[in-house]
């Protein structure tokens, strides 16, 4: 079995992406309100501050503030899959013995993506990164118009502008597109 090295630190701030496994069906957007509720559910149980995210049709992006003295980010990212999974119509889920004694619906790819936080400009370079995603993907030409995100959220409480990434630098814009 694979030794992961993961950083556990109690109340951090941690980047993730997450994908499922069959990229080109669009569950993520197809069935966004089942992703929300699953997404408050979570949040209720295991609470944690929503930093930045955002949705598309095959991952998401999430940047996430831990409470004090918890440092279990596995449990809410598992909770993640396992609830939005189990609110899919049935024939999505491939389930087989190993998936099962997993918990796992097929739906999500195994691993996620895990990033510490380590500074405020870490932190700004990923909100960004999360912000920017929709337009790198070409599913929109401005930030604006990708309504999956908490982007929306930031721009009401005075965080953004509302026509931020339309004015990104060319160098900057070729850092979001890597």
Not at 59 to 76: A, G, V, W
Not at 112 to 141: A, C, M, Q, T
Request: aromatic letters at 18%.
């Amino acid at each position: 079995m694979s030794n992961y090295r993961r950083d556990f630190s109690p109340g951090a701030t941690y980047f993730f992406t997450v994908v499922i496994n069959q990229r080109s069906d669009g569950l993520l957007i197809k069935y966004i309100n089942e992703f929300k509720q699953a997404y408050q559910d979570v949040v209720s149980y295991y609470p944690f501050e929503t930093i930045a995210l955002t949705v598309l049709p095959d991952h998401f992006h999430l940047i996430m503030q831990l409470p004090e003295n918890d440092s279990d980010y596995s449990k809410r990212i598992s909770s993640l899959k396992y609830n939005f999974s189990s609110l899919l119509p049935t024939y999505y889920r491939n389930m087989n013995l190993s998936r099962q004694f997993k918990r796992e619906a097929g739906i999500w790819q195994r691993r996620f993506w895990e990033h510490l936080i380590r500074d405020d400009r870490d932190l700004d370079n990923h909100i960004d990164y999360v912000y920017y995603n929709p337009v790198k993907h070409g599913y929109v030409s401005q930030v604006m118009d990708w309504k999956y995100s908490t982007f929306h959220r930031d721009v009401k409480n005075g965080i953004f502008e509302l026509d931020w990434g339309s004015y990104i630098s060319e160098a900057a814009r070729n850092l979001y597109l890597d």
